[in-house]
């Protein structure tokens, strides 16, 4: 596997409760991207990075925030957790965003 | 919105016999790739093809992309029983100046012994 690392792989939490997920990479690569898998729904991107510092939305990222101060982390940030947030997240890197991803094993989130 | 939508949502075979997957699209794209997804883990990389682009293969796989239909298929051919998995088509394009790879809901795959 690309050196690609989520951490917890699981959690459980209450509604209203902050949750960060971490994506640490040591590939070097430029583009760290967050998705969440649903089913009937397949991936959707949440939020991606570009670069140290540079993010952008994607599909579903209300509720979402991010952060990205080195090249190898991208923390994802549930600021309220909502039931409906509950899902699998994952992890992917690029190397350039027409390039192929490389994914983490993915976080089970779970908020009653 | 999902981009890229899967043919057949579900395919059972039997070991030996070929697989074939198929993704259709609706706006132009950069690229077309394809990832399979092992139960419990994430998603892995199969093959990238590029807009001008035909067909490419890797090992037992063989992808074609037609950009005037808006598709593209996957075969596995020989198909094994460690081929059981979810495969994945994710459209690669510049979208209101930003960078997107959007992914299909996938088509389940299971080749028995």
């Known amino acids: 596997d690309a050196g690609i690392t989520q951490s917890p792989r699981h959690k459980v939490t209450e509604t209203g409760t902050p949750v960060t997920l971490r994506c640490h990479q040591t590939e070097n690569h430029r583009y760290m991207y967050w998705y969440r898998q649903d089913p009937g729904h397949g991936l959707r991107l949440i939020h991606y990075s570009y670069g140290v510092k540079d993010t952008d939305k994607g599909e579903v990222s209300d509720g979402y925030s991010v952060s990205r101060s080195k090249t190898e982390d991208f923390l994802l940030t549930l600021e309220s957790a909502t039931s409906s947030q509950t899902s699998v997240y994952f992890c992917?890197?690029?190397?350039?965003?027409?390039?192929?991803?490389?994914f983490g094993d993915g976080t089970r989130l779970s908020i009653l | 919105s999902q981009q890229g939508e899967e043919d057949p949502q579900a395919l059972s075979i039997q070991e030996g016999e070929n697989a074939t997957m198929n993704c259709s699209y609706k706006t132009s794209i950069n690229n077309l790739q394809w990832y399979r997804q092992n139960s419990g883990r994430g998603l892995v990389h199969l093959i990238l093809i590029r807009s001008n682009e035909r067909e490419k293969h890797s090992g037992r796989l063989r992808v074609t992309l037609d950009t005037s239909k808006k598709s593209s298929s996957l075969l596995i051919t020989a198909s094994r029983a460690a081929d059981t998995a979810s495969y994945f088509c994710a459209t690669g394009s510049l979208q209101g100046g930003s960078e997107k790879l959007v992914f299909g809901k996938g088509t389940k795959l299971t080749v028995n012994p």
């Open positions: 992917a890197i690029g190397y350039r965003w027409d390039q192929p991803q490389h």
